[in-house]
Protein backbone atom coordinates (compact mmCIF):
# COMPACT_ATOMS: atom_id res chain seq x y z
CA UNK A 1 0.00 0.00 0.00
CA UNK A 2 1.28 3.97 -0.85
CA UNK A 3 2.19 6.12 2.16
CA UNK A 4 0.03 9.37 1.58
CA UNK A 5 2.33 12.24 1.18
CA UNK A 6 0.80 14.70 2.99
CA UNK A 7 4.01 16.86 2.62
CA UNK A 8 4.26 16.98 -0.52
CA UNK A 9 0.16 17.52 -1.33
CA UNK A 10 0.61 20.44 0.83
CA UNK A 11 3.54 21.71 -1.04
CA UNK A 12 1.89 21.55 -4.31
CA UNK A 13 -1.72 23.09 -2.99
CA UNK A 14 0.29 25.79 -2.19
CA UNK A 15 1.88 26.14 -5.23
CA UNK A 16 -1.09 26.60 -6.84
CA UNK A 17 -2.92 28.49 -4.56
CA UNK A 18 -0.67 31.33 -4.03
CA UNK A 19 -0.45 32.57 -7.65
CA UNK A 20 -4.25 32.38 -8.25
CA UNK A 21 -4.73 34.13 -5.30
CA UNK A 22 -1.91 36.80 -6.33
CA UNK A 23 -3.79 37.01 -9.90
CA UNK A 24 -6.87 37.33 -8.22
CA UNK A 25 -6.39 39.95 -5.76
CA UNK A 26 -4.12 41.64 -9.02
CA UNK A 27 -7.48 41.19 -10.95
CA UNK A 28 -9.77 42.92 -8.17
CA UNK A 29 -6.98 45.71 -7.97
CA UNK A 30 -7.17 46.49 -11.99
CA UNK A 31 -10.99 46.42 -11.94
CA UNK A 32 -11.24 48.66 -8.99
CA UNK A 33 -8.44 51.39 -10.15
CA UNK A 34 -9.05 50.70 -14.22
CA UNK A 35 -5.49 50.23 -14.83
CA UNK A 36 -3.96 49.20 -18.52
CA UNK A 37 -4.40 45.43 -17.38
CA UNK A 38 -7.92 45.54 -16.78
CA UNK A 39 -8.63 47.83 -19.54
CA UNK A 40 -6.80 45.79 -22.17
CA UNK A 41 -8.10 42.45 -20.96
CA UNK A 42 -11.63 44.07 -21.29
CA UNK A 43 -11.07 44.90 -24.82
CA UNK A 44 -9.66 41.45 -25.17
CA UNK A 45 -12.50 39.73 -24.54
CA UNK A 46 -15.04 42.36 -25.97
CA UNK A 47 -13.09 41.37 -29.43
CA UNK A 48 -13.43 37.93 -28.63
CA UNK A 49 -16.93 37.79 -27.94
CA UNK A 50 -17.74 40.65 -30.99
CA UNK A 51 -15.84 37.84 -33.56
CA UNK A 52 -17.90 35.22 -32.02
CA UNK A 53 -21.08 37.10 -32.79
CA UNK A 54 -20.28 38.59 -35.88
CA UNK A 55 -18.46 35.43 -37.69
CA UNK A 56 -21.13 34.45 -40.08
CA UNK A 57 -21.34 38.12 -41.03
CA UNK A 58 -17.55 39.15 -41.08
CA UNK A 59 -16.99 35.98 -43.93
CA UNK A 60 -20.31 36.62 -45.96
CA UNK A 61 -21.96 33.36 -45.30
CA UNK A 62 -25.01 34.26 -43.62
CA UNK A 63 -26.42 37.64 -42.95
CA UNK A 64 -27.78 37.50 -40.02
CA UNK A 65 -28.01 40.72 -38.72
CA UNK A 66 -30.69 41.39 -41.29
CA UNK A 67 -32.80 38.21 -40.76
CA UNK A 68 -35.99 37.36 -38.81
CA UNK A 69 -37.84 34.17 -37.71
CA UNK A 70 -40.93 33.60 -40.48
CA UNK A 71 -44.34 34.29 -39.33
CA UNK A 72 -46.01 34.38 -42.29
CA UNK A 73 -46.48 32.20 -45.68
CA UNK A 74 -45.19 33.37 -49.11
CA UNK A 75 -42.85 35.31 -50.87
CA UNK A 76 -43.22 38.86 -52.68
CA UNK A 77 -47.01 39.92 -52.91
CA UNK A 78 -48.65 37.51 -51.47
CA UNK A 79 -52.16 39.34 -51.87
CA UNK A 80 -53.05 42.10 -54.78
CA UNK A 81 -56.97 42.79 -54.84
CA UNK A 82 -56.37 46.10 -56.59
CA UNK A 83 -54.42 44.46 -59.82
CA UNK A 84 -54.96 47.10 -62.19
CA UNK A 85 -53.83 50.06 -59.77
CA UNK A 86 -50.90 51.39 -61.22
CA UNK A 87 -48.97 52.53 -57.89
CA UNK A 88 -45.76 52.49 -56.82
CA UNK A 89 -44.17 51.17 -53.98
CA UNK A 90 -40.82 52.23 -52.54
CA UNK A 91 -39.41 49.39 -50.58
CA UNK A 92 -35.76 49.68 -48.60
CA UNK A 93 -34.52 46.93 -46.71
CA UNK A 94 -32.15 43.87 -47.30
CA UNK A 95 -32.89 41.91 -50.69
CA UNK A 96 -30.70 39.04 -51.42
CA UNK A 97 -27.28 40.06 -50.62
CA UNK A 98 -27.57 43.60 -49.96
CA UNK A 99 -29.09 46.70 -49.13
CA UNK A 100 -31.15 47.92 -51.27
CA UNK A 101 -33.97 50.23 -52.13
CA UNK A 102 -36.89 48.64 -54.55
CA UNK A 103 -39.52 50.47 -56.54
CA UNK A 104 -42.27 47.67 -57.13
CA UNK A 105 -45.66 48.03 -59.15
CA UNK A 106 -48.34 45.96 -57.65
CA UNK A 107 -47.78 42.87 -58.91
CA UNK A 108 -44.20 42.61 -57.89
CA UNK A 109 -42.44 43.81 -61.16
CA UNK A 110 -39.53 45.91 -60.28
CA UNK A 111 -39.34 49.51 -62.12
CA UNK A 112 -35.58 50.35 -60.59
CA UNK A 113 -33.18 48.82 -57.79
CA UNK A 114 -30.80 51.39 -56.05
CA UNK A 115 -28.21 48.71 -54.88
CA UNK A 116 -26.30 50.32 -51.79
CA UNK A 117 -22.89 49.41 -50.04
CA UNK A 118 -21.83 51.80 -47.09
CA UNK A 119 -18.18 51.24 -47.79
CA UNK A 120 -18.63 52.68 -51.53
CA UNK A 121 -20.38 55.86 -50.28
CA UNK A 122 -18.56 56.14 -47.27
CA UNK A 123 -14.82 55.16 -47.67
CA UNK A 124 -13.85 57.17 -45.13
CA UNK A 125 -15.96 57.24 -42.49
CA UNK A 126 -14.48 59.47 -39.94
CA UNK A 127 -17.60 61.15 -38.77
CA UNK A 128 -18.52 57.86 -36.88
CA UNK A 129 -17.00 56.85 -33.80
CA UNK A 130 -17.37 53.14 -34.85
CA UNK A 131 -17.56 52.57 -38.33
CA UNK A 132 -19.78 49.36 -39.41
CA UNK A 133 -16.57 46.56 -39.52
CA UNK A 134 -18.49 45.39 -42.64
CA UNK A 135 -21.68 46.39 -45.18
CA UNK A 136 -23.70 43.73 -43.75
CA UNK A 137 -22.97 45.69 -40.08
CA UNK A 138 -25.67 48.60 -41.32
CA UNK A 139 -28.86 48.93 -42.89
CA UNK A 140 -31.10 51.17 -43.96
CA UNK A 141 -33.92 53.21 -41.80
CA UNK A 142 -35.83 55.94 -43.36
CA UNK A 143 -35.97 56.22 -46.99
CA UNK A 144 -38.33 58.45 -49.71
CA UNK A 145 -38.10 59.09 -53.72
CA UNK A 146 -38.14 62.22 -55.46
CA UNK A 147 -40.58 63.05 -58.45
CA UNK A 148 -36.94 62.98 -60.78
CA UNK A 149 -36.23 59.33 -59.80
CA UNK A 150 -33.61 59.71 -57.34
CA UNK A 151 -33.82 58.76 -54.11
CA UNK A 152 -32.76 59.82 -50.20
CA UNK A 153 -31.98 57.38 -47.11
CA UNK A 154 -30.33 57.08 -43.84
CA UNK A 155 -27.40 54.50 -43.19
CA UNK A 156 -28.95 53.98 -39.36
CA UNK A 157 -26.62 56.24 -37.35
CA UNK A 158 -24.63 56.08 -40.44
CA UNK A 159 -25.38 58.99 -42.51
CA UNK A 160 -27.74 60.82 -45.28
CA UNK A 161 -27.35 59.91 -48.81
CA UNK A 162 -29.10 60.84 -52.13
CA UNK A 163 -28.67 58.88 -54.89
CA UNK A 164 -29.98 59.54 -58.56
CA UNK A 165 -31.93 57.49 -60.64
CA UNK A 166 -28.58 55.01 -61.28
CA UNK A 167 -27.27 54.88 -58.02
CA UNK A 168 -25.15 57.60 -58.54
CA UNK A 169 -23.94 60.05 -55.52
CA UNK A 170 -25.23 63.21 -55.55
CA UNK A 171 -24.31 63.82 -51.84
CA UNK A 172 -23.67 62.75 -48.46
CA UNK A 173 -24.45 64.58 -45.21
CA UNK A 174 -21.52 62.60 -43.03
CA UNK A 175 -23.27 63.10 -39.75
CA UNK A 176 -25.06 59.84 -37.76
CA UNK A 177 -28.48 60.63 -38.98
CA UNK A 178 -30.83 57.75 -38.53
CA UNK A 179 -34.61 56.28 -38.32
CA UNK A 180 -36.77 58.86 -40.83
CA UNK A 181 -36.65 61.40 -43.87
CA UNK A 182 -39.24 63.42 -44.37
CA UNK A 183 -39.86 66.46 -46.79
CA UNK A 184 -40.04 69.71 -45.48
CA UNK A 185 -42.84 72.02 -47.12
CA UNK A 186 -40.61 75.16 -48.26
CA UNK A 187 -38.12 72.24 -49.36
CA UNK A 188 -35.27 70.08 -47.90
CA UNK A 189 -35.66 67.50 -45.82
CA UNK A 190 -36.56 66.78 -41.94
CA UNK A 191 -34.20 63.83 -40.58
CA UNK A 192 -32.75 62.98 -37.09
CA UNK A 193 -29.26 63.00 -35.99
CA UNK A 194 -27.23 62.98 -32.68
CA UNK A 195 -24.10 64.20 -31.45
CA UNK A 196 -21.95 62.75 -28.83
CA UNK A 197 -20.51 64.37 -25.63
CA UNK A 198 -17.50 62.12 -24.55
CA UNK A 199 -16.97 61.01 -21.32
CA UNK A 200 -15.21 64.10 -19.06
CA UNK A 201 -17.19 66.63 -21.28
CA UNK A 202 -19.45 69.28 -19.76
CA UNK A 203 -22.98 68.07 -19.97
CA UNK A 204 -25.29 70.84 -20.62
CA UNK A 205 -28.38 68.67 -19.17
CA UNK A 206 -27.50 67.91 -15.61
CA UNK A 207 -28.12 65.81 -13.88
CA UNK A 208 -27.16 63.63 -17.09
CA UNK A 209 -23.72 63.09 -16.72
CA UNK A 210 -21.45 62.15 -20.21
CA UNK A 211 -20.81 60.27 -22.17
CA UNK A 212 -24.15 60.34 -24.02
CA UNK A 213 -25.46 61.15 -27.33
CA UNK A 214 -27.74 64.32 -27.77
CA UNK A 215 -30.83 63.78 -30.15
CA UNK A 216 -31.41 66.47 -32.47
CA UNK A 217 -33.04 67.26 -35.45
CA UNK A 218 -31.60 68.30 -38.83
CA UNK A 219 -33.67 70.63 -41.61
CA UNK A 220 -31.38 69.61 -44.64
CA UNK A 221 -31.73 71.82 -47.99
CA UNK A 222 -32.11 70.24 -51.50
CA UNK A 223 -28.29 70.67 -52.09
CA UNK A 224 -27.49 68.33 -49.15
CA UNK A 225 -26.20 71.20 -46.51
CA UNK A 226 -27.20 71.10 -42.87
CA UNK A 227 -29.23 74.46 -42.59
CA UNK A 228 -30.29 74.58 -39.27
CA UNK A 229 -30.23 71.98 -36.11
CA UNK A 230 -32.46 71.79 -33.13
CA UNK A 231 -31.54 70.18 -29.81
CA UNK A 232 -34.59 67.90 -28.39
CA UNK A 233 -32.69 67.67 -24.82
CA UNK A 234 -32.63 71.17 -25.04
CA UNK A 235 -36.66 71.51 -25.94
CA UNK A 236 -37.49 69.87 -22.35
CA UNK A 237 -35.52 72.21 -20.91
CA UNK A 238 -36.47 74.92 -22.38
CA UNK A 239 -40.68 74.48 -21.89
CA UNK A 240 -39.98 73.20 -18.22
CA UNK A 241 -40.04 69.60 -18.84
CA UNK A 242 -37.00 68.14 -16.89
CA UNK A 243 -39.26 66.60 -14.86
CA UNK A 244 -40.05 64.08 -17.80
CA UNK A 245 -36.64 63.60 -18.60
CA UNK A 246 -35.74 62.34 -15.20
CA UNK A 247 -38.53 60.29 -14.01
CA UNK A 248 -36.75 57.71 -16.26
CA UNK A 249 -35.81 55.52 -13.08
CA UNK A 250 -32.08 56.21 -13.26
CA UNK A 251 -30.76 56.80 -9.53
CA UNK A 252 -28.44 59.61 -11.38
CA UNK A 253 -25.23 58.60 -8.76
CA UNK A 254 -22.09 59.83 -9.81
CA UNK A 255 -20.73 57.46 -11.97
CA UNK A 256 -23.73 55.26 -12.32
CA UNK A 257 -24.16 52.83 -15.27
CA UNK A 258 -26.91 53.91 -17.82
CA UNK A 259 -27.44 53.15 -22.22
CA UNK A 260 -26.00 57.10 -22.76
CA UNK A 261 -29.40 57.91 -24.60
CA UNK A 262 -31.45 60.47 -23.08
CA UNK A 263 -34.71 60.65 -25.30
CA UNK A 264 -34.22 58.12 -28.46
CA UNK A 265 -35.96 60.63 -30.82
CA UNK A 266 -37.17 58.33 -33.80
CA UNK A 267 -39.45 60.45 -35.85
CA UNK A 268 -40.03 63.73 -37.19
CA UNK A 269 -43.22 65.16 -39.52
CA UNK A 270 -43.99 68.51 -40.07
CA UNK A 271 -47.47 69.68 -40.28
CA UNK A 272 -47.94 70.94 -44.18
CA UNK A 273 -50.31 73.97 -45.04
CA UNK A 274 -52.87 71.43 -47.02
CA UNK A 275 -54.46 70.25 -44.12
CA UNK A 276 -53.12 72.81 -41.03
CA UNK A 277 -56.53 74.27 -41.02
CA UNK A 278 -57.72 70.59 -39.46
CA UNK A 279 -55.54 71.56 -36.02
CA UNK A 280 -56.70 74.48 -34.33
CA UNK A 281 -53.80 74.08 -32.00
CA UNK A 282 -51.10 74.11 -34.07
CA UNK A 283 -49.45 76.18 -37.24
CA UNK A 284 -47.98 75.21 -40.71
CA UNK A 285 -44.60 73.88 -39.72
CA UNK A 286 -45.09 72.46 -36.56
CA UNK A 287 -43.24 69.50 -36.01
CA UNK A 288 -44.34 66.07 -34.48
CA UNK A 289 -41.74 64.38 -32.89
CA UNK A 290 -41.65 60.52 -31.13
CA UNK A 291 -39.26 60.09 -28.25
CA UNK A 292 -39.58 56.17 -27.36
CA UNK A 293 -37.54 55.75 -24.61
CA UNK A 294 -40.47 58.29 -22.66
CA UNK A 295 -43.08 56.34 -24.62
CA UNK A 296 -44.17 60.12 -25.76
CA UNK A 297 -45.41 62.02 -28.85
CA UNK A 298 -45.13 65.99 -28.80
CA UNK A 299 -45.55 68.75 -31.05
CA UNK A 300 -43.49 71.89 -31.39
CA UNK A 301 -43.01 74.91 -33.16
CA UNK A 302 -39.87 74.41 -35.38
CA UNK A 303 -38.64 77.85 -34.71
CA UNK A 304 -38.93 78.64 -31.03
CA UNK A 305 -39.09 75.14 -29.83
CA UNK A 306 -41.99 76.18 -27.84
CA UNK A 307 -44.26 72.92 -27.02
CA UNK A 308 -47.52 73.03 -28.16
CA UNK A 309 -48.86 69.48 -26.94
CA UNK A 310 -47.52 66.43 -25.10
CA UNK A 311 -48.65 62.93 -24.49
CA UNK A 312 -47.24 59.96 -22.74
CA UNK A 313 -48.49 57.02 -23.85
CA UNK A 314 -51.11 54.89 -24.41
CA UNK A 315 -48.40 53.70 -26.76
CA UNK A 316 -45.09 51.77 -25.68
CA UNK A 317 -42.11 52.20 -27.72
CA UNK A 318 -43.98 54.31 -30.40
CA UNK A 319 -43.02 55.07 -33.58
CA UNK A 320 -44.08 57.28 -37.18
CA UNK A 321 -46.44 59.68 -35.75
CA UNK A 322 -48.06 60.90 -38.71
CA UNK A 323 -50.15 64.40 -39.22
CA UNK A 324 -53.60 62.77 -40.73
CA UNK A 325 -55.73 65.16 -42.52
CA UNK A 326 -59.29 65.83 -40.71
CA UNK A 327 -56.87 66.67 -37.50
CA UNK A 328 -55.81 63.46 -36.21
CA UNK A 329 -52.33 62.29 -35.67
CA UNK A 330 -51.56 58.56 -36.49
CA UNK A 331 -49.25 56.24 -34.42
CA UNK A 332 -47.39 53.08 -35.05
CA UNK A 333 -47.69 51.69 -31.78
CA UNK A 334 -45.14 48.84 -31.01
CA UNK A 335 -46.82 48.09 -27.71
CA UNK A 336 -44.13 46.17 -26.39
CA UNK A 337 -40.70 45.69 -24.70
CA UNK A 338 -37.36 44.63 -25.75
CA UNK A 339 -37.69 41.93 -23.20
CA UNK A 340 -39.36 40.14 -25.51
CA UNK A 341 -36.71 39.40 -27.75
CA UNK A 342 -34.64 35.43 -27.87
CA UNK A 343 -32.31 35.92 -24.98
CA UNK A 344 -28.89 36.87 -26.53
CA UNK A 345 -30.15 38.81 -29.74
CA UNK A 346 -32.74 40.59 -31.38
CA UNK A 347 -34.60 37.84 -32.87
CA UNK A 348 -38.36 38.00 -31.89
CA UNK A 349 -39.73 34.33 -31.84
CA UNK A 350 -42.90 33.42 -33.74
CA UNK A 351 -44.24 32.39 -30.35
CA UNK A 352 -44.31 36.32 -29.27
CA UNK A 353 -47.41 37.66 -28.98
CA UNK A 354 -48.76 40.15 -32.26
CA UNK A 355 -49.43 42.89 -30.32
CA UNK A 356 -48.69 46.44 -31.84
CA UNK A 357 -51.14 48.83 -33.86
CA UNK A 358 -52.08 51.78 -35.08
CA UNK A 359 -53.59 54.14 -32.92
CA UNK A 360 -55.08 57.16 -34.00
CA UNK A 361 -55.66 60.09 -31.41
CA UNK A 362 -57.51 63.89 -31.39
CA UNK A 363 -54.66 65.88 -30.11
CA UNK A 364 -57.69 68.62 -28.87
CA UNK A 365 -59.72 65.62 -26.60
CA UNK A 366 -56.72 62.80 -26.13
CA UNK A 367 -59.34 60.91 -27.70
CA UNK A 368 -57.79 57.83 -29.48
CA UNK A 369 -58.86 54.68 -30.67
CA UNK A 370 -56.67 51.42 -32.42
CA UNK A 371 -57.50 51.50 -35.62
CA UNK A 372 -55.37 48.21 -37.19
CA UNK A 373 -54.32 45.61 -34.44
CA UNK A 374 -57.75 45.53 -32.39
CA UNK A 375 -58.67 42.11 -33.07
CA UNK A 376 -57.16 38.41 -33.85
CA UNK A 377 -57.95 39.33 -37.29
CA UNK A 378 -55.62 41.92 -37.47
CA UNK A 379 -51.92 40.53 -36.44
CA UNK A 380 -48.90 42.76 -36.32
CA UNK A 381 -45.35 42.95 -34.23
CA UNK A 382 -42.39 45.35 -34.60
CA UNK A 383 -40.58 45.12 -30.95
CA UNK A 384 -38.91 48.10 -32.72
CA UNK A 385 -39.15 49.68 -35.27
CA UNK A 386 -42.08 49.85 -37.69
CA UNK A 387 -44.08 52.40 -40.02
CA UNK A 388 -46.93 53.38 -41.71
CA UNK A 389 -47.96 55.73 -44.41
CA UNK A 390 -51.92 56.98 -44.95
CA UNK A 391 -52.20 56.59 -48.48
CA UNK A 392 -54.60 59.40 -50.93
CA UNK A 393 -57.29 57.03 -50.67
CA UNK A 394 -57.08 57.39 -46.95
CA UNK A 395 -55.43 53.60 -46.40
CA UNK A 396 -52.62 51.83 -44.59
CA UNK A 397 -49.75 50.93 -45.61
CA UNK A 398 -47.79 49.39 -43.11
CA UNK A 399 -44.12 48.23 -42.64
CA UNK A 400 -43.69 45.56 -40.49
CA UNK A 401 -40.17 45.36 -39.62
CA UNK A 402 -39.47 42.27 -38.28
CA UNK A 403 -42.42 40.56 -39.98
CA UNK A 404 -40.53 41.25 -43.57
CA UNK A 405 -43.68 42.26 -44.33
CA UNK A 406 -45.14 45.47 -46.17
CA UNK A 407 -48.96 45.69 -46.57
CA UNK A 408 -52.02 47.77 -47.43
CA UNK A 409 -55.20 48.04 -46.06
CA UNK A 410 -58.50 49.65 -46.78
CA UNK A 411 -60.67 51.88 -44.52
CA UNK A 412 -62.54 48.42 -43.37
CA UNK A 413 -59.27 47.03 -42.17
CA UNK A 414 -58.95 44.39 -44.56
CA UNK A 415 -55.41 43.40 -46.00
CA UNK A 416 -55.92 44.60 -50.15
CA UNK A 417 -51.93 44.07 -50.42
CA UNK A 418 -49.08 42.30 -49.23
CA UNK A 419 -45.33 41.66 -49.64
CA UNK A 420 -43.47 39.32 -47.96
CA UNK A 421 -39.62 39.66 -48.19
CA UNK A 422 -39.00 36.20 -48.40
CA UNK A 423 -35.02 34.99 -47.66
CA UNK A 424 -35.09 31.42 -46.74
CA UNK A 425 -37.79 28.74 -46.05
CA UNK A 426 -37.50 29.61 -42.35
CA UNK A 427 -36.50 33.36 -42.47
CA UNK A 428 -37.14 36.95 -43.68
CA UNK A 429 -35.10 39.96 -44.41
CA UNK A 430 -36.62 42.56 -42.85
CA UNK A 431 -38.01 45.65 -44.36
CA UNK A 432 -37.60 49.13 -42.74
CA UNK A 433 -39.46 51.79 -44.88
CA UNK A 434 -41.96 51.32 -47.56
CA UNK A 435 -44.34 54.17 -49.00
CA UNK A 436 -46.74 54.33 -52.39
CA UNK A 437 -46.85 56.58 -55.22
CA UNK A 438 -49.18 57.48 -57.24
CA UNK A 439 -47.22 56.84 -60.81
CA UNK A 440 -47.86 60.43 -62.10
CA UNK A 441 -46.22 61.52 -59.06
CA UNK A 442 -42.70 60.60 -60.85
CA UNK A 443 -41.66 62.81 -64.26
CA UNK A 444 -39.33 59.78 -65.28
CA UNK A 445 -39.86 58.95 -68.83
CA UNK A 446 -37.18 56.08 -69.00
CA UNK A 447 -36.31 54.44 -65.76
CA UNK A 448 -33.60 51.83 -67.14
CA UNK A 449 -30.57 52.84 -66.85
CA UNK A 450 -28.66 50.79 -69.69
Not at 51 to 67: G, I, M, Q, S, Y
Not at 86 to 101: Q, V
Request: with cysteine.
Amino acid sequence: MQHFDFPKLLFYSVCIIIPLGVSLLFGLYSAENRTVVYQTSKYLKTAVVTVANEVFTLTKLHPDHFLQPSRYIGSGVTVNKIPNNTDLILMSGFFKNSNELRLIKRNGDIVARWPIHFSDIFPSPIHLANPPMTDWNIDTHGALALSDGSVVFNFEYGGLVKLDRCANVLWTVDRPTHHSVEKAEAGGFWVPARRFFPKGSSSPYPPFETPFYEDTILKISEDGQVVSEISVPAIFYKNGLEAILTSTGYSFLKGASWDNEIVHLNKVDELHSDIADDFPMFDTGDLALSLRKLNLVMVVDKNTGDLKWLKTGPWLRQHDPEFKQGGTITVFNNNIYKDSFNIGSKKSLPSIPRVSNIIEIDPESDKYSIIYGNNSQQKLLSIVRGKHQITADNNILITEFEGGRVFEIDISGNIIWEYINRYSQQEVAEITEARVYPIDYFDVAKWSCL
